[in-house]
């Protein structure tokens, strides 16, 4: 049953070697062609040994689970999983990256699953060495690693056939989400904001830029890697037709009238038509299962 | 009226104490601070013992003191009536055993560190901080943090997690050898000098950090951030078998600085004149000072306050003489930070308290209280 697939572990290999064009080609060009390819990616993961009470660590990680259907099975997640509702009624660990050994231990869990930013380090083997199995996911920035991710899990955690369908439901929202895309790419720019002092854009090679990508929008920034800090002239320099940030940075600047009142915001055409798309942040940049849906959402804004 | 005042006074006022009474007076005076010292010194110890008892019995994973007396006798070869499983023995062996024992080491680091350093600079508000040790280590900290994976491979390989550790050790004692460089000038080394060179460096390490800051990504960030907040959640048998003769030595070494840093109190020309080698008290003050703090800081993060309250604490109850004081700081500042580790650990279980947010939160109260208490009107 449980192939070894080479292509899939390559492509792992190569979401984790973090070449700034690779995401966004990826992504871009292989949106369909992932869709058809899918139902066949295998993994070689072995199943853990004990599923009964499930720590996870890391936001697209506990999503992952509870689409599989083991929302049941987590007695604890960390700070960053934030959906489903009901993972918030258990208990919360440290910020997956601050995780302590002894409080994810007093959960008495059977089986860690912790994305591959876990830290710090030293911590997983210690959780190791008193005897409970941790297995790692890496962190993923296209939908095909996404896709390896959701596969890799369900292995883990005996869920394989579950995890046909919840791919078969990304690729189908994927799909809608090619369907609705504007008919010419909007130069888009994506706005990460905590607060007013904290205003970075999304430079080349980011999560974000591969979203953006596949919701039909071009990334207004070319010139820099990374997220960078915004600036008044950069920003002019970029000329963005629409404004893409996430929903809670929105309400941080105090609305789409706060973000207008950024340097040089108002100065762009995306800020003289006031086309600002606010999107779930969780829903997009952690390449989980709901992927899908919060890129349709991207797109139907887009078009909007 | 003066004559008057003079003529009512009894005459014992105006004709000095045989001197027999005078030493006699002394000699109890002596003896009363030495037994304030010993009742302090032995009070200190004893909250210490009892918080390291409190931090080894208490934690996210419930053992119940049976419990935890089985798996320590366990070790000795008795075995006792309480079941265990293979789980709790690996949480109070491996996990919380080697953070208390961490946490008496940074805690009695950071404490003589400032105690050194504030007898040294004759300045009540002298941290740490002040010769460059903490933003050295900071800096070296966010190097091996957002460039490890590039630029310093070969070290990340070779060090494997401890890269941050030695990255920030290394930094934060090179920083401080610096600022000391700077404030000597033909085999003399300026204390007013040192502090002045002290902020610009840490100015310098700021804005160094600053732009290591810029090219972070957002994993990287949050590291870096947590370092700075100090947790003595990483807290393995290896980090505490490195922290222990770095910082173990200095506790050692220390009080044979005492004299030296009493006669400075009173003024490095008067030190001088006491007979003491000033330059050689300072480059020692200063290189051991910098070796705890910098060990300390390696394995923990940044903790403040512990080095700057612990030796204050002390000092307001017996008084600035050092013989007392950095034993004395020692034994306060681990205790301080065994019981706000203990509070960052249960609180909020199974989460945790960022270790540096607690010492504040203790530290600071109870220092207003004896500020407040001692205040002179």
């Known amino acids: 049953m449980r192939r070894v697939l080479f292509p899939a572990l390559l492509l792992v290999l190569a979401a984790c070697a973090s070449d700034p064009a690779d995401p966004a080609t990826e992504a871009d060009t292989d949106s369909t062609a992932a869709a058809v390819a899918a139902p066949d990616v295998e993994v070689d993961v072995q199943p853990a040994a004990d599923t009964e009470r499930i720590v996870t660590l890391g936001g697209p990680v506990t999503e992952t689970v509870y689409a599989l259907g083991m929302g049941d099975r987590v007695v604890g997640a960390d700070q960053s999983s934030l959906f489903p509702a009901d993972v918030m009624e258990k208990p919360r660990l440290n910020y997956f990256r601050q995780t302590s050994a002894e409080g994810v231990l007093s959960l008495e869990p059977t089986l860690v699953l912790a994305s591959d930013g876990a830290g710090p380090p030293g911590v997983l083997d210690q959780i190791r060495a008193a005897g409970v199995e941790v297995r790692t996911t890496p962190e993923v920035e296209s939908v095909s690693a996404a896709e390896v991710r959701v596969r890799m899990i369900a292995a883990v955690i005996g869920r394989d056939v579950q995890a046909d369908s919840v791919l078969a439901a990304m690729q189908a929202s994927l799909a809608e989400a090619d369907a609705a895309k504007p008919e010419t790419s909007p130069r888009a720019l994506f706005v990460y904001a905590r607060g007013a002092g904290t205003v970075m854009v999304a430079g080349t090679g980011t999560s974000a830029e591969a979203v953006l990508k596949l919701a039909g929008a071009e990334n207004a920034v070319s010139e820099f890697e990374d997220f960078q800090p915004l600036t008044a002239e950069a920003l002019i320099t970029a000329a963005p037709d629409v404004i893409v940030i996430p929903e809670r940075g929105l309400e941080s600047l105090g609305g789409v009238d706060g973000l207008l009142l950024q340097p040089g915001v108002a100065e762009t055409p995306a800020g003289q038509n006031r086309r600002v798309v606010a999107v779930d942040d969780a829903l997009l940049l952690g390449f989980g299962p709901r992927l899908g849906e919060g890129v349709r959402a991207l797109a139907e804004g887009l078009n909007g | ?377």
């Open chain 2, 1 to 377: 009226m003066t004559e008057a005042a003079l003529a009512s006074s009894p005459p014992s006022a105006l004709t000095p104490p045989p001197v027999e009474t005078a030493r006699a007076e002394l000699e109890a005076a002596a003896q009363r601070r030495r037994r304030a010292v010993v009742l302090v010194l032995g009070g200190l110890g004893a909250a210490l013992g009892a918080g390291m008892l409190a931090s080894v019995a208490v934690g996210a994973v419930a053992l119940s003191p049976g419990e935890v007396l089985t798996i320590f006798a366990d070790r000795l070869g008795i075995s006792l009536p309480w079941a265990v499983t293979a789980q709790q023995e690996a949480v109070l062996l491996n996990i919380r055993l080697p953070r208390v024992l961490l946490g008496v080491v940074v805690g009695a680091g950071l404490a003589v560190g400032g105690a050194v350093l504030q007898g040294l600079f004759r300045n009540p508000l002298a941290d740490p901080g002040l010769v460059g040790v903490s933003s050295g280590a900071a800096l070296g900290a966010a190097i091996s943090i957002v460039l490890g994976a590039s630029v310093a491979v070969s070290a990340t390989e070779l060090l494997g997690p401890a890269t941050v550790a030695g990255s920030a050790f290394v930094f934060g004692l090179g920083t401080t050898v610096l600022v000391y460089r700077i404030a000597t000038r033909m085999g003399r080394t300026s204390v007013t000098t040192m502090l002045l060179a002290g902020i610009a460096v840490n100015a310098l390490c700021g804005a160094a950090v600053g732009s290591l800051i810029l090219f972070a990504d957002d994993g990287q960030l949050r590291n870096l951030t947590f370092w700075t907040l100090g947790s003595l959640g990483g807290a393995t048998w290896s980090s505490f078998a490195v922290a222990v003769p770095l910082v173990g030595s200095v506790l050692v070494a220390a009080p044979w600085l005492a004299r030296a840093l009493d006669a400075m109190l009173l003024g490095e020309a008067e030190a001088r004149h006491l007979g003491v080698n000033t330059q050689r008290v300072k480059q020692i003050s200063v290189g051991l000072a910098a070796l705890a703090v910098a060990a300390a800081t390696a394995v923990s993060g940044l903790i403040g306050f512990v080095g700057l309250v612990a030796p204050h604490l002390v000092r307001l109850t017996l008084g600035p003489g050092h013989r007392a004081l950095l034993p004395g700081a020692a034994l306060c500042g681990a205790t301080l930070l065994v019981l706000a580790d203990l509070a960052a650990r249960t609180l909020l279980a199974p989460a945790e308290i960022p270790i540096g947010i607690l010492t504040a939160l203790i530290g600071g109260p109870f220092f207003l209280w004896l500020l407040v208490r001692n205040r002179v009107m």
